[in-house]
């Protein structure tokens, strides 16, 4: 792992799991992103959890007919179908 | 119609405008609680729980957020509270930060997103992942980074600090970032 003057690659990565997703603007998020720019170990930790983000929100459970069924029964609401 | 006008006629007795509400709404509400109990039965019943609060208090919702995250928060909390009356399950320890963030562990990544849907063996892997972490950094997770929540709108829906927050995001990524490490990353080969 490359040594910053300023920051770590593990600083770098402690604050992309902070940020990620979020204003990138700030002092410390423009020194983060430069750093990140230059260095693959961190640019490859970004994607990856990125990328984890991504797999979970595709990743869906569906409902089944008979929990619909239960769930307007366990209202009172089976007779608004 | 559209939502706020169909919330209106709820909050008069409504039944069939509730009943709209709950058609809208059942199919995020299931995934997100089966998201965090990892059980058909119990993701049932908080579902349950999370519209019967729906039902009783409709009348009370003020539309200053959207009906989508006040059920958000009703879900998340009944999770929580289903989960810390059983304890006997063991979860992975997330405190140690050098453990969970490993340079040794960092490769590249490969994932073909229009695969995801139809894969049931990624299915089984996300699973196992997830089942390990603690259900309060599930929630957190789901909520920040599935759902789209802000940091303070996850710290208000369950009552945590925008530290404590952060801390449990930071901690949950990484966490299930290395347990998916063995099914998507590879080294390059130069």
């Known amino acids: ?81 | 119609m559209n939502e706020n006008e169909i919330i209106a006629k709820a909050q008069k007795g409504d039944r069939a405008a509730l009943s709209k509400l709950v058609k809208i709404y059942e199919q995020t509400v299931y995934n997100f609680a089966y998201k965090i109990c990892r059980d058909k039965e119990k993701a049932e019943h908080t579902m349950q729980e999370t519209f019967m609060s729906m039902v009783k208090s409709i009348d009370q919702f003020s539309g200053k957020s959207k009906l989508s995250t006040w059920l958000y928060t009703v879900v998340s909390n009944h999770c929580l509270m289903m989960a810390r009356s059983n304890k006997k399950h063991a979860y992975t320890s997330l405190d140690d930060d050098d453990a969970l963030i490993d340079p040794k562990s960092i490769t590249d990544w490969e994932i073909a997103p229009d695969k995801l849907t139809e894969n049931s063996e990624l299915g089984g892997i996300l699973d196992e992942a997830i089942k390990k972490l603690a259900p309060d950094y599930r929630v957190v997770f789901m909520l920040r980074d599935i759902q789209g929540f802000s940091t303070e709108e996850t710290g208000e829906a369950i009552g945590l600090s925008v530290p404590a927050v952060k801390s449990r995001l930071h901690r949950a990524r990484a966490f299930l970032r290395n347990e998916l490490n063995n099914t998507f990353g590879y080294e390059k080969r130069s």
């Open chain 1, 1 to 81: 792992m490359k040594k910053d003057h300023k920051i770590t690659c593990k600083d770098v990565m402690n604050h992309i799991c902070d940020t990620l997703g979020e204003d990138l603007d700030s002092p410390t998020c423009t020194t983060i992103k430069s750093h990140l720019d230059n260095c693959e170990s961190c640019q490859k930790y970004y994607k990856s959890i990125s990328q984890t983000i991504l797999v979970y929100k595709k990743y869906e459970w569906k409902i089944s007919s008979d929990s619909h069924t239960k769930l307007l029964d366990f209202l009172g609401l089976d007779d608004c179908e």
